[in-house]
Nanobody, 115 residues
Framework: QVQLVESGGGLVQPGGSLRLSCAASGSIFITNVMAWYRQAPGKQREWVARIISSRSTFYADSVKGRCTISRDNAKNTVYLQMNSLKPEDTAVYYC?????????WGQGTQVTVST
């Protein structure tokens, strides 16, 4: 069984930065794909970024150049550094991990970008 706990969300002004964290417990391996998704009010959940290793990262066009995904395998933690935040980045951000036993989600952390 895998559990994911996100943290680091909050209220930030446009142009600001936040770093989200996702701590995983359970059977996580360095080859498991970990990802961030987000869901804005009234919209479908959308993929933001994913990581297999430090040399294998992928980003949605909407965040490319502004966000960096990374992972600390020793801590079973994945991060999402978000810079130059825009109001349209406002959403609940979810962590996801794909394992041989299934796909797991965290409870989400709210990010609000507003003046």
């Amino acid at each position: 069984q895998v559990q994911l706990v996100e943290s680091g969300g909050g209220l930030v002004q446009p142009g600001g930065s936040l770093r989200l964290s996702c701590a995983a417990s359970g059977s996580i391996f360095i080859t498991n794909v970990m990802a961030w998704y987000r869901q804005a009010p009234g919209k479908q959940r959308e993929w933001v970024a994913r990581i297999i290793s430090s040399r294998s990262t992928f980003y949605a066009d909407s965040v490319k150049g502004r966000c960096t995904i990374s992972r600390d395998n020793a801590k079973n933690t994945v991060y999402l550094q978000m810079n130059s935040l825009k109001p349209e980045d406002t959403a609940v951000y979810y962590c996801n991990v794909q394992t041989g036993g299934g796909s797991y989600w965290g409870q989400g952390t709210q990010v609000t970008v507003s003046t």
